[in-house]
């Protein structure tokens, strides 16, 4: 992907969340009449939107921020799956009359606001919003391609390869254009990075100092930059 390419899909994925805004403010409060369950929901940085081993029945579309999707494993190992942003949806989507168990924890990363709303006021809305229903399944089939990448990549890429291809992911949905190139809007850990590449924390640490040396990227504690250089050299 080329610095242009990076720079319309960041232009497209903002148009379509903006226009899933756009419905929800619309007229909420019909929209609550309608479909009573649906509730507006600001959380805080670090508060959760469910746990691993809840039994959820409700959707959640995010409305603005960032959350993390991780899974504890049975060696008790907390490992990062996915970063979401607004317009992703996620929880309850499987044609289930019960409530099973969740496999995931969804943290909130930064202050996050979304809608909620019962699995059968969503089933119904989506019956009656078709366009609304294709964004939602653009939103999980793009997830669904991911997931299918990374494991590709996993079984038949190095590691340097599938970092640079997650920076870039990245950036696709939480790029913002700064002086040196593409800021990511989002604080991830070396460790959560690892994690996402499907590598362990101290290769993929020396990877990131290998690329800040060849001005490919600069990272701090805070916040990772992927240069200008980056579309020239990656």
């Known amino acids: 992907m080329n610095e242009m390419e990076l720079s319309m899909t960041l232009i497209e994925n903002n148009l379509k969340s903006n226009l899933i805004n756009a419905f929800f403010e619309c007229d909420l409060k019909q929209l609550q009449k309608d479909y009573p369950s649906i509730k507006e929901i600001n959380v805080s940085n670090k508060a959760f939107l469910y746990r691993q081993g809840d039994r959820c029945s409700d959707v959640f579309w995010l409305k603005s921020g960032i959350v993390k999707l991780s899974h504890i494993t049975e060696a008790g190992i907390e490992i990062t799956i996915t970063i979401l942003g607004k317009g992703g949806v996620l929880g309850c989507l499987w044609n289930n009359s019960a409530s099973p168990e969740v496999e995931e924890t969804v ?35 793009a997830r669904k391609q991911k997931i299918e990448r990374k494991l590709r990549a996993v079984l038949t890429q190095p590691v340097e390869t599938r970092v640079i291809a997650t920076l870039l992911e990245l950036a696709e949905i939480f790029g913002i254009k700064c002086t040196h190139g593409y800021a990511l809007e989002i604080h991830l850990t070396q460790q959560e990075v690892a994690d996402l590449v499907g590598a362990s924390r101290s290769v993929v640490s020396t990877i990131l100092n290998d690329f800040r040396n060849r001005g490919i990227l600069d990272y701090t504690r805070e916040q990772i930059c992927i240069n200008d250089a980056a579309f020239i050299n990656l």
Do not use: C, N, P
Not at 111 to 119: G, L, P, Q, S, W
Not at 120 to 132: C, V
């Open 107 to 141: 943290q909130a990363l930064g202050e996050v606001d979304f809608y909620r709303m019962a699995k059968s006021d969503f089933r119904t809305l989506m019956s009656h919003q078709t366009e609304l229903a294709w964004h939602v399944f653009e939103e999980i089939y």
